[in-house]
């Protein structure tokens, strides 16, 4: 009995301090981490549209699942530099190793590019998805191409279920752009 | 005495390296070793998290019931991991994407629970520290070596620069897993080689 407690007592305690040590590290780093997740949200959308006079989220667009385990958290609205009005979509789908989350860019009827913001594809594989030479074949696009990959779409070697997957979410979602932002805007 | 110590810490080097004689954590080696800039981030977090809890190990040994050693070395190995993982989300955030998940994995990385079980748990500090250098080091250069290798040849590039021309036609079997194994084995082969040779 003595010894269960004994054991017991060495296990909690040393699981305590532990935990601790972890919310000492996790309360400096946090910020710096949510910090960048902004900036690099931010650099993503001055990445997909270079001209632009700022962007603001659109309340209405909310954590909407559109089927096919794509899940939209929010929508932006960029002020382009000519008067014209982009779009960028921050969702999330699932790829091969588990969830990705990418921001997709719109104007009128086509792609306007696809930035991954995190994902667990295999490194060196289907995380070349990152890649810009993958991903810019997608800007310009137009949203009534088929996007299937080794069609319409040059796949990544050895991750067929990755590109499909990110070729099939921006179809999916300019659907949902064409239907409800874009064209409902009409 | 002193001459002992020594041995403790260039045994991980060679003669009982971590990845080529020891065999253990091959998934993250073959994962992680594609690339240049990831084998470096992985061997410097895999080898703080290992020399950190072979230390804690090596320091408390005397007070952990043996019952429950196992649920306190996994305490000893999650902490300084997921100190890694947080500070490497917090200041190094591409690294730390490219890397994926296996930074969390080291957590069930077998070197350290193997080093921790066969040395930590048995050793005083001073041997442990020099066991943990050397084997974090022996894990160390046979990665980035392999990284090296696999990326210049599989990819053309090195660090993300291209290095090979653009006529060179990449062997991309070295940046798959069997690619990886074939390479190990060809290491193994050479080590093996060299040691038989000296004794």
């Given at each position: 009995?003595?010894k269960?407690i004994k054991s017991g007592l060495t296990v909690f305690i040393i699981a305590?301090i532990?935990?601790?040590?972890?919310?000492?590290?996790?309360?400096?780093?946090?910020?710096?981490?949510?910090?960048?997740?902004?900036?690099?949200?931010?650099?993503?959308?001055?990445?997909?549209?270079?001209?632009?006079?700022?962007?603001?989220?659109?309340?209405?667009?909310?954590?909407?699942?559109?089927?096919?385990?794509?899940?939209?958290?929010?929508?932006?609205?960029?002020?382009?530099?000519?008067?014209?009005?982009?779009?960028?979509?921050?969702?999330?789908?699932?790829?091969?190793?588990?969830?990705?989350?990418?921001?997709?860019?719109?104007?009128?009827?086509?792609?306007?590019?696809?930035?991954?913001?995190?994902?667990?594809?295999?490194?060196?594989?289907?995380?070349?998805?990152?890649?810009?030479?993958?991903?810019?074949?997608?800007?310009?696009?137009?949203?009534?191409?088929?996007?299937?990959?080794?069609?319409?779409?040059?796949?990544?070697?050895?991750?067929?279920?990755?590109?499909?997957?990110?070729?099939?979410?921006?179809?999916?979602?300019?659907?949902?752009?064409?239907?409800?932002?874009?064209?409902?805007?009409? | 005495?002193?001459?002992?110590?020594?041995?403790?810490?260039?045994?991980?080097?060679?003669?009982?390296?971590?990845?080529?004689?020891?065999?253990?954590?091959?998934?993250?080696?073959?994962?992680?070793?594609?690339?240049?800039?990831?084998?470096?981030?992985?061997?410097?977090?895999?080898?703080?998290?290992?020399?950190?809890?072979?230390l804690l190990v090596s320091i408390f040994r005397k007070i952990i019931p043996d019952e429950v050693r196992?649920p306190i070395f996994?305490i000893f190995?999650?902490?300084?991991?997921?100190?890694?993982?947080?500070?490497?989300?917090?200041?190094?955030?591409?690294?730390?994407?490219?890397?994926?998940?296996?930074?969390?994995?080291?957590?069930?990385?077998?070197?350290?629970?193997?080093?921790?079980?066969?040395?930590a748990y048995k050793?005083n500090i001073?041997?442990?520290?020099?066991?943990?250098?050397?084997?974090?080091?022996?894990?160390?250069?046979?990665?980035?070596?392999?990284?090296?290798?696999?990326?210049?040849?599989?990819?053309?590039?090195?660090?993300?620069?291209?290095?090979?021309?653009?006529?060179?036609?990449?062997?991309?079997?070295?940046?798959?897993?069997?690619?990886?194994?074939?390479?190990?084995?060809?290491?193994?082969?050479?080590?093996?080689?060299?040691?038989?040779?000296?004794?």
């Amino acid at each position: 009995m003595k010894k269960i407690i004994k054991s017991g007592l060495t296990v909690f305690i040393i699981a305590t301090i532990g935990a601790l040590l972890l919310a000492w590290v996790y309360s400096f780093t946090n910020p710096k981490i949510e910090e960048q997740k902004f900036l690099s949200i931010k650099n993503a959308i001055e990445e997909i549209f270079p001209k632009q006079n700022g962007f603001n989220e659109l309340p209405d667009f909310k954590d909407i699942n559109i089927g096919n385990n794509i899940n939209i958290i929010n929508v932006y609205k960029v002020k382009l530099e000519d008067g014209k009005e982009g779009f960028i979509i921050r969702a999330t789908y699932s790829g091969y190793g588990g969830k990705v989350e990418s921001l997709f860019g719109y104007q009128d009827d086509k792609c306007k590019g696809v930035y991954v913001l995190e994902h667990s594809e295999t490194p060196g594989l289907g995380s070349l998805i990152t890649s810009k030479d993958f991903t810019k074949q997608f800007i310009d696009k137009n949203l009534n191409d088929p996007f299937i990959p080794k069609q319409d779409v040059q796949a990544i070697s050895g991750a067929t279920i990755s590109s499909k997957a990110i070729s099939n979410a921006i179809k999916t979602i300019g659907k949902f752009y064409l239907e409800k932002i874009y064209g409902g805007k009409k | 005495m002193k001459k002992n110590i020594f041995r403790e810490f260039t045994k991980g080097l060679a003669r009982e390296n971590p990845i080529l004689i020891i065999m253990l954590g091959l998934c993250s080696v073959l994962a992680v070793s594609t690339d240049v800039a990831n084998a470096i981030g992985m061997s410097l977090g895999f080898s703080f998290v290992l020399i950190i809890s072979e230390l804690l190990v090596s320091i408390f040994r005397k007070i952990i019931p043996d019952e429950v050693r196992i649920p306190i070395f996994l305490i000893f190995i999650a902490v300084p991991t997921t100190i890694v993982d947080l500070v490497m989300k917090a200041y190094f955030p591409s690294l730390s994407k490219s890397m994926g998940v296996f930074i969390p994995l080291i957590v069930v990385n077998c070197i350290v629970l193997g080093r921790i079980e066969a040395f930590a748990y048995k050793k005083n500090i001073l041997e442990t520290l020099m066991d943990s250098l050397g084997m974090a080091l022996g894990y160390s250069w046979v990665i980035i070596v392999l990284s090296v290798i696999r990326e210049v040849l599989g990819k053309g590039t090195f660090l993300g620069l291209r290095v090979l021309p653009k006529a060179y036609l990449p062997m991309s079997i070295l940046t798959f897993p069997p690619g990886g194994f074939f390479l190990i084995a060809v290491f193994i082969a050479i080590l093996n080689g060299i040691l038989k040779r000296r004794s």
